[in-house]
């Protein structure tokens, strides 16, 4: 009976290593040795609420709170105050720039000549994105504010709503512009007339084909 006892927990020793041992080579050669049990009690991703929270993501109502509720006037740009704080570049007080956020996306304002539109976008908690902003295309007295303007404009990747109400657009952690929010009931949203207005393009058309000359070449327009 001894003998019968040991030989069996000997099978049972050798059973429970080939066993190991074929888990031990099967995670070698790169297969997944998981727990059926513990595989199906893993919480399965439920679609929809993926999607609720990337929606969430974009355009969040708390940013668009912030954003779409006022106009803003720029009080700062970054590089405004010129070389070594000499030949400042300013507005004068009869001339209002201003940058308008709006909830379907577009983006609208003036930068002291000419009007521009676009479009933006809230990726994140304060993080903005910018479409391509088209501007109007008139010359005037106020180019360099309106270039310098633009410029930082297009560089920002976020903003941040200050506690005076002010608020600051950035790159990384520079500070590109801050403005003050008013009432966009209160804000003029007329062109100042252009000093010097940018002269249209020639007009231009395909040249006719002479009785004795070559056929024109459509692809090659002629400037009247």
Request: hydrophobic share 40%; with cysteine.
């Amino acid at each position: 009976m001894y003998k019968m006892l040991a030989l069996s927990c000997t099978a049972a020793a050798l059973l429970a290593f080939n066993g190991c041992t074929q888990i031990e080579k099967a995670c070698d050669l790169g297969e997944y040795c998981i727990d059926e049990m513990t595989l199906s009690e893993q919480p399965q991703p439920r679609i929809q609420s993926i999607v609720e929270q990337h929606k969430q993501n974009v355009n969040r109502a708390q940013e668009l709170d912030i954003l779409c509720g006022k106009v803003w006037i720029p009080v700062y740009i970054k590089g405004q105050e010129g070389v070594d704080g000499k030949n400042a570049i300013t507005l004068p007080q009869d001339v209002q720039a201003y940058i308008e956020f709006h909830r379907d996306g577009r983006l609208s304002g003036f930068a002291g000549v000419n009007v521009f539109d676009g479009s933006f976008a809230v990726t994140a908690p304060n993080l903005l994105r910018f479409g391509a902003i088209a501007t109007s295309l008139q010359a005037g007295p106020h180019l360099d504010y309106e270039m310098l303007m633009m410029a930082q404009l297009k560089d920002v990747d976020h903003f941040e709503l200050l506690p005076s109400g002010e608020i600051e657009f950035k790159k990384r952690n520079m500070l590109m512009i801050r403005c003050k929010g008013v009432d966009p009931a209160t804000v003029s949203r007329k062109v100042p007339k252009a000093s010097t207005p940018v002269p249209p393009e020639p007009a231009s058309t395909v040249a006719p084909a002479g009785a004795n000359s070559a056929p024109a070449n459509p692809a090659l327009p002629t400037v009247k």
